[in-house]
């Protein structure tokens, strides 16, 4: 179909109008949404002050917040939700024993305490900012994205949940993951599966200088899973 050469300058016209109108538009409505978006009425005078600490100790050359900062180390844009308060705490103030026999060493800061409270409440707030599950690294829908990696493959659910939620960051499977805790090759061996739950519950009831956050944050139906996975380690 040939077109007349000005009904392709109209075409153009229209169009290029129309992406300027839709393009408003959603800027618009992202500037009327962003201060809920960004959950802006928190921003309290602590998690001020913590962003603060995590410039002066630059965090950003190994950590990522919101898709800035260096992919070295963990991305903590949600790390509040996985870890809770206490565990951040002890990571930020003792890294040197919470990554005693990791691979990857964090440097010990000398952060006093009231920087560390600061710090985790910029965390906390970040934590609870809308970034529509994006970059995907946190555990907020773990179970959907558990099932995209099960679909045409061999790997079972609770496999797929040990990955989505970072267990791998800390133990060792068959020479893959951390090395912070155990290496779990053999644990369906050395435990059942009520014992296996119950160290994923309650890490510190049987060790108490364990570093392992305690799986609060997990939900049931994951952790059993889970331990149904790590029961078939023999």
């Not at 809308?130 to 099932?147: E, H, I, K, L, S």
């Not at 267990?167 to 053999?186: F, M, S, Y």
Request: aromatic share 8%.
């Amino acid at each position: 179909m040939n077109i007349s050469q000005g009904a392709a300058k109209w075409i153009f016209i229209l169009g290029t109008v129309s992406s300027i109108i839709i393009f408003l538009v959603l800027t618009v409505d992202t500037h009327r949404q962003i201060g809920a978006l960004t959950n802006a009425e928190a921003l309290s005078e602590d998690v001020i002050a913590g962003k603060r600490v995590w410039q002066k100790n630059n965090c950003n050359d190994c950590h990522t917040i919101l898709g800035f900062g260096g992919y070295y180390a963990p991305d903590l844009t949600k790390a509040y939700r996985r870890l809770g308060e206490e565990n951040l705490r002890r990571v930020i103030s003792e890294p040197d024993k919470y990554f005693e026999k990791s691979f990857r060493k964090m440097p010990k800061q000398n952060i006093s305490p009231e920087e560390v409270s600061s710090l985790v409440a910029f965390l906390k707030w970040t934590s609870e900012i809308d970034n529509n599950d994006w970059p995907p690294q946190d555990r907020d829908r773990a179970t959907g994205a558990a099932a995209r990696l099960t679909v045409s493959s061999t790997v079972s659910p609770g496999a797929a949940l040990f990955k989505e939620h970072g267990c791998l960051q800390c133990h060792r499977i068959n020479g893959v993951g951390g090395t912070a805790g155990p290496e779990l090759d053999k644990v369906g061996t050395k435990y059942d599966a009520a014992a296996i739950k119950d160290r994923i519950l309650n890490p510190q009831s049987y060790n108490t200088d364990s570093v392992m956050p305690p799986a609060t944050e997990i939900d049931e139906e994951d952790v059993d899973k889970i331990v149904e996975f790590l029961s078939t380690l023999k």
